[in-house]
């Protein structure tokens, strides 16, 4: 069952991850530590926090690997003071942190901005545990340093790391950059990227990115250039949404879903609705140098849009929309997202890559951060 949980969990399959939860009690298996790690782990990437705490709460036996899965929850989650909570209680319940609970605190401090809480925590890894940081704790700190806009602070981190550093950290560094428009530190990260890792698609994307929004496309299109004589290619964007125990694959620009006529005709509501409200499409994700008009046209076919039109049309009222993404969430994406919250009146769950996004009432639990 553990296995089934964790299948459960990487789909963000919440209907089977409940069935197979309806299962185990059915049964009446014997709740094990790694049975209820499994559970909670799955709500969590699921995105159902709640009930995942609920499972926690729940264990009668509580090891490092339990605690830590349920810090790393609340951090996936992006709250990041209720992860430093359960830090402080497990410590205080003596169960001794491992080095994933301080990648999951860390994490934690990261997505809420809490750049001097994460760096004490990093600090007592070796001081107070006895626990050397590995290359991701270090990525952590470049992450937590360059989502607070202080570039130089994470650049120096990589600098005085005791290993090489990895594609992981500049990859960090990189992001932070295409969030504060440094072209120069861009550039370097991108890359240190390419040097370690000469088909990683994503270095080029974001440092095309960050030329393209700097409006400088002779640039970006080299950077494209240089993708296509390298072949490398661009992993398409795919969304995921479950309903009813079947799961809908939607990638951008996808029109071969059987129901493709009436999502469409509800991306046309959608679009109508929302203009209304006031919006315009943010096109800087858009790479290439076209018509404002049809960047509209290329960020309004991304597939978790699609994903959320069929969401909107197939669901009951009232039923939250659930939504799993292979990539970030673009700008233009999350505000339209937002919106859609508000005049639908539908609570929308985003887990992309990096964390969950809690969409209600036109807000974002993230807060933009």
């Given at each position: 069952m553990v296995s089934v949980l964790s299948a459960c969990a990487h789909l963000g399959a919440l209907d089977h991850g409940r069935w197979a939860h309806a299962y185990i009690e059915r049964n009446k298996m014997k709740m094990t530590v790694p049975l209820g790690t499994a559970l909670l782990n799955m709500y969590a990437k699921c995105g159902n926090m709640d009930k995942a705490m609920e499972v926690f709460w729940a264990m009668k036996e509580k090891n490092v690997y339990a605690w830590?899965?349920?810090?790393?929850?609340?951090?996936?989650?992006?709250?990041?003071?209720?992860?430093?909570?359960?830090?402080?209680?497990?410590?205080?319940?003596?169960?001794?942190?491992?080095?994933?609970?301080?990648?999951?605190?860390?994490?934690?401090?990261?997505?809420?901005?809490?750049?001097?809480?994460?760096?004490?925590?990093?600090?007592?890894?070796?001081?107070?545990?006895?626990?050397?940081?590995?290359?991701?704790?270090?990525?952590?700190?470049?992450?937590?340093y360059g989502r607070a806009g202080r570039l130089e602070d994470a650049l120096d981190v990589i600098h005085n790391m005791p290993m090489k550093p990895h594609a992981g950290a500049w990859g960090a560094l990189l992001n932070a950059c295409r969030m504060y428009k440094n072209k120069e530190l861009g550039e370097l990260a991108s890359r240190k990227i390419v040097e370690l890792e000469g088909r990683n698609h994503g270095s080029y994307v974001q440092l095309s990115n960050i030329y393209a929004e700097s409006k400088d496309w002779n640039r970006a299109t080299n950077v494209r250039e240089i993708m296509k004589a390298r072949d490398v290619r661009k992993i398409p964007g795919c969304s995921v949404i479950e309903v009813d125990g079947v799961v809908h694959e939607f990638f951008v620009g996808d029109n071969s879903h059987q129901r493709y006529n009436e999502i469409e005709i509800m991306l046309k509501e959608i679009s109508n609705r929302l203009e209304l409200a006031g919006y315009t499409a943010n096109t800087s994700p858009v790479l290439f140098d076209i018509e404002e008009e049809e960047k509209e046209d290329a960020v309004g076919k991304h597939s978790e849009k699609i994903a959320i039109a069929f969401g909107l049309l197939i669901l009951k009222e009232g039923v939250p929309i659930r939504i799993v993404k292979n990539l970030r969430v673009c700008l233009d994406c999350h505000d339209v997202t937002k919106m859609i919250s508000k005049v639908f009146n539908r609570e929308i769950i985003v887990r992309d890559r990096n964390r969950f996004h809690h969409f209600k009432d036109g807000e974002c639990s993230c807060k933009g951060y």
């Open positions: 830590s899965s349920a810090i790393g929850g609340q951090a996936l989650h992006g709250d990041g003071e209720k992860c430093l909570e359960l830090f402080s209680l497990m410590k205080q319940e003596g169960v001794q942190p491992n080095e994933v609970t301080f990648l999951s605190v860390l994490h934690g401090c990261s997505v809420v901005g809490l750049v001097e809480e994460g760096h004490k925590h990093f600090e007592s890894m070796s001081k107070v545990y006895r626990l050397e940081p590995q290359l991701e704790h270090y990525g952590c700190m470049v992450d937590l």
